[in-house]
């Protein structure tokens, strides 16, 4: 039996282990948009899970903004989105996070890659960009694809917040619950 | 009848202590040459984003009041923050737009909508628990007190004419002495 989990999490992606990578991380407020692809694995259930403050923003860039601020109250953040939301903040990631030299830390769901392939040999071009944008502008990212990537998050958050730098968590896989 | 912008500010600024003060673009030069302090907040960095890092620092501090001083141009670039902070609704949020009917950082061009869209009104619809217009100085001043009094979030127009143009010291306000100095009294002042 536990050689078919150890099997079964190289393949799939479970919100639950994102969401304690996410409170091991020392995240306590979550900006969010619903993302269909990490919306029942990973915002519903981030929803009843105590310790988290969700502020629901009707625009990603808003919470760009909102986790600069929370970087000066020594409070950490997460912005949770789709990579729609992403592409559509890069002004504000660029000036805010880049520019400013401030730990924006991004969660962002890959809607419609295809599992298994890196997003830059997707067939769908508004994928194929992502990461070449976030490389442009010196943003550091990781895909988070399966169970075995969930070790990548916590590290990449702490280190966003103690070199004071900008980090996106691209989420592949559709999480599940 | 409107204010001059300078003069609503100093009237502002004798009631604002150790408050945190989110000044933007033209108001923000303004401003921190009248409020001289750490607190200023003023690397909002993209136009419009001012309310949203308003929220974040008012979340962020519940216990410090967090006054941001809006455009009336960056509201309408981020016109859904007033229902996110609406739904928030930090009570130590006050939202002021320094309304002069254009994008006068970007050549005093009119906003569209100017002189037709109500921005208390629609703080109200947002679920701000109160709103108001100012256009009078003298009314300002009387009002200006219990105005602040209140839980937040909670919002009002300052209706101005410009006054003497400040000095535009984008390098200062881009530039990490201000956000060192910020993080510094902020840290110092729990």
Redesign the interface.
Known sequence: MAQVDAVAETNVLHGRRIIEAIRASGVS?IPCLPDIHTSEGLLRPLTSEPGF?L?????E??????????S????R?LLLMQYSGLLDSI??LR??GV???LPICMMAGLLNKEPGVPPRQSKHYSLRIVEPILEAMGVAHHVIETDADVGKIQPAIEKAYVQSRPVALLIGGSPLP | MTMRRDEALRVLARHVGDDIVVPVFTTAFDWIAIRKHPLNYIMVGAMGLGSSHALGLALGRPDKRVIVLDGDGSLLMNLGSLVTIGDAAPKNLVHFVVENGTYEANGSHPIPGRGRVDFPELAMAAGYRAAAAFSDLAAFDKDVAAFLAQPGPVFATLQVEPGPSPDFDYGHMHGPAVRQAFKAALQASR
């Open positions: 407020f403050k502020i629901r923003v009707c625009k860039d808003e919470g760009i903004g909102i986790c600069a601020a929370l000066y109250c020594d409070k953040a002004n504000a000036i805010v520019e400013y030299g």
